[in-house]
């Protein structure tokens, strides 16, 4: 008898949407999935092994399957385990190696890659290849306390790479603070993982805040589209917290930049 399909956890775009049959994911396909899919055989093909491969399109185009990736997520309660030194570090070297690979890999600028949480300066900005743009907890899968792939890249599209940092950087610091832990120090553990660029990590700091202007953005469309999941989110949040947690990155900025340059 065949099992019933698993409704994975994790994420409001897709709750209760994506569903595992055995070693298969099934899930709502993007309205680029044709060049997304592209783009991650490409990626194989560099040796980036770190993500799902891509099985097809159903008949509709309305659904994408992927092969799934074993391992743990980090899903709310977060375990211990999410805020080490270690799993932060080994959140930039994955995220390094997927940049590595991408940059060997040419894209087409009008494939109609999701505006969403894009870098502002695209795919005109020097070095720009495409970026992931939702590296959150749930889109990390850990073996053995280490980061070893990503998934649901709905959202990737064409940009800097340090701004994949810094989107990074806004759900695994976090930028918005958790009690127990240290901002800056966290940060330049996330830039070191990732061997971050002087010149790259002069710039996080204001890249963090362009990116969480971005995200702030992108959930109040949300919000005016009525979309529920996230009107619920920012109901929680609210207009006050985010201009509260702007103003603070803005008031630590010299810090991060302090703490991520010492020693460079």
């Not at 093909?45 to 092969?67: I, N, T």
């Amino acid at each position: 008898m065949d099992r019933e399909p698993e409704a994975l956890a994790g994420g409001l775009a897709n709750a209760g949407a994506v569903l595992r049959h055995g070693d298969t994911v099934e899930r709502p396909a993007p309205p680029h999935v044709a060049p997304l899919h592209a783009h991650l055989r490409a990626l194989r093909g560099q040796g980036f092994d770190g993500l799902p491969v891509p099985l097809g399109v159903s008949a509709s185009g309305q659904r994408e399957r992927l092969s799934y990736v074993p391992g743990e997520v980090s899903v709310a309660p977060h375990p211990p385990w999410t805020w080490t030194d270690e799993a932060l570090c080994s959140v930039g070297t994955l995220l390094r190696r997927m940049h590595d690979a991408a940059a060997a890999v040419p894209f087409d600028r009008a494939a109609g890659w999701p505006a969403d949480l894009a870098d502002p300066e695209g795919a005109a900005a020097p070095g720009a290849v495409i970026c992931h743009n939702d590296v959150c907890l749930e889109n990390v899968v850990f073996r053995g306390g280490h980061a070893a792939a990503l998934i649901d890249f709905d959202l990737a599209s064409p940009g800097r790479p340090v701004w994949d940092v810094a989107m990074a950087a806004r759900y695994w610091v976090p930028m918005r603070g958790r009690a127990g832990l240290d901002p800056p120090h966290r940060l330049r553990v996330l830039a070191d993982g990732y061997g971050l660029g002087r010149a790259d990590r002069t710039v996080l700091p204001r890249v963090i805040e362009q990116a969480t202007a971005a995200c702030r953005a992108f959930v109040e469309r949300r919000v005016e589209q009525g979309d529920a999941a996230y009107t619920a989110a920012y109901e929680q949040s609210g207009r006050a917290a985010w201009d509260r947690h702007q103003g603070r990155l803005a008031d630590h900025r010299r810090a991060l930049a302090a703490a991520l340059l010492a020693g460079h």
